[in-house]
T-cell receptor, first 114, second 115 residues
Framework: AQSVTQLGSHVSVSEGALVLLRCNYSSSVPPYLFWYVQYPNQGLQLLLKYTSAATLVKGINGFEAEFKKSETSFHLTKPSAHMSDAAEYFCAVSDPSTGNQFYFGTGTSLTVIP | DAGVIQSPRHEVTEMGQEVTLRCKPISGHNSLFWYRQTMMRGLELLIYFNNNVPIDDSGMPEDRFSAKMPNASFSTLKIQPSEPRDSAVYFC?????????????FGPGTRLLVL
């Protein structure tokens, strides 16, 4: 069975500092991996996805994530945090061998300190 | 494309009343999901449909909850009777292929408050 672990339910960074949100997955086959962002009082918005085309994936708003098979990780990063990045971030995995069912992590709340 | 459309966006009702939440998926998507989000339990999958057929409803809390998808462009989630513990944000998502990968797209959610 698939599972997704997001380390750190709350992360705080200073404005302009590096953002690093961690995601590890368990899968017996190469999965598809996603990051979603949820701004206050809004739905989940797709930030980026890994499709096996390239291990470094660039998304919207300057975010990127790197797929590392050896570490079973798909951490989300942004070089310089902006106040508008404050939101909840969800990592998700989809396993093609099980009908592409999605499994979501528990989310990480990002606070940006001015 | 208008994205996934949900209505109403906000619903306030009294305990015991029937509540119906509506969802219109993205045209061409053949899978639809209903989720519930609360502070205590996070994001929970309630039920999902493939080609209008319910595939997995193991996440539906109890018999008070029911979901239907009469056609490819419409789904409802009904709670009857509603209880205060049903207060949550309910999201609908549809899934389609993008860049060769099946991807879920979420609606804006319905914020439900049961008094």
């Amino acid at each position: 069975a698939q599972s997704v672990t997001q380390l750190g339910s709350h992360v705080s960074v200073s404005e302009g500092a590096l953002v690093l949100l961690r995601c590890n997955y368990s899968s017996s086959v190469p999965p598809y991996l996603f990051w979603y962002v949820q701004y206050p009082n809004q739905g989940l918005q797709l930030l980026l996805k890994y499709t096996s085309a390239a291990t470094l994936v660039k998304g919207i708003n300057g975010f990127e994530a790197e797929f590392k098979k050896s570490e079973t990780s798909f951490h989300l990063t942004k070089p310089s945090a902006h106040m508008s990045d404050a939101a909840e971030y969800f990592c998700a995995v989809s396993d093609p061998s099980t009908g592409n069912q999605f499994y979501f992590g528990t989310g990480t709340s990002l606070t940006v300190i001015p | 494309d208008a994205g996934v459309i949900q209505s109403p966006r906000h619903e306030v009702t009294e305990m015991g009343q029937e509540v119906t939440l509506r969802c219109k998926p993205i045209s061409g998507h053949n899978s639809l999901f209903w989720y519930r989000q609360t502070m205590m339990r996070g994001l929970e999958l309630l039920i999902y449909f493939n080609n209008n057929v319910p595939i997995d409803d193991s996440g539906m809390p109890e018999d008070r909850f029911s979901a239907k998808m009469p056609n490819a462009s419409f789904s409802t989630l009904k709670i009857q009777p509603s209880e205060p513990r049903d207060s949550a944000v309910y999201f609908c998502a549809s899934r389609g292929t993008s860049s060769g990968v099946e991807t879920q797209y979420f609606g804006p959610g319905t914020r439900l408050l049961v008094l």
